[in-house]
């Protein structure tokens, strides 16, 4: 998660990062301190089964040039596997 304001973004790495997803624009998951409680993880999952995503990167084992659909099908399967 990176947590600049002006640069928000949730990346999320399966399988030794063979399978990668940069979310852009994720709302703040952290407290007044930074930190990601508990309940900001639940509300970062609940964010992440969302239908689609604005997707700044994505990889697929050495497939580095997806295009959209391919994307949303990629965040589709992780997000499966995380849930």
Same mark, same amino acid.
């Given at each position: 998660?990176?947590?600049k304001d002006e640069d928000r973004r949730l990346v999320i790495a399966l399988k030794?990062? &063979?399978?990668? $997803? /940069?979310? %852009? %624009?994720?709302?703040?998951?952290?407290?007044?301190? +930074? @930190? $990601?409680? #508990? %309940? +900001? @993880? *639940?509300?970062? @999952?609940?964010?992440?089964?969302?239908?689609? /995503?604005? @997707?700044?990167? &994505?990889?697929?084992?050495? *497939?580095? *040039?997806?295009?959209?659909?391919? #994307?949303?099908?990629?965040?589709?399967? $992780?997000?499966?596997? $995380?849930?």
């Amino acid at each position: 998660m990176q947590q600049k304001d002006e640069d928000r973004r949730l990346v999320i790495a399966l399988k030794n990062y &063979a399978k990668l $997803i /940069h979310l %852009s %624009s994720p709302p703040k998951f952290e407290n007044d301190q +930074g @930190i $990601i409680t #508990k %309940s +900001g @993880i *639940n509300r970062m @999952i609940k964010w992440c089964k969302q239908d689609r /995503h604005l @997707i700044q990167y &994505a990889r697929d084992r050495n *497939n580095f *040039n997806l295009d959209d659909e391919e #994307k949303q099908v990629l965040v589709t399967e $992780i997000i499966k596997m $995380i849930s």
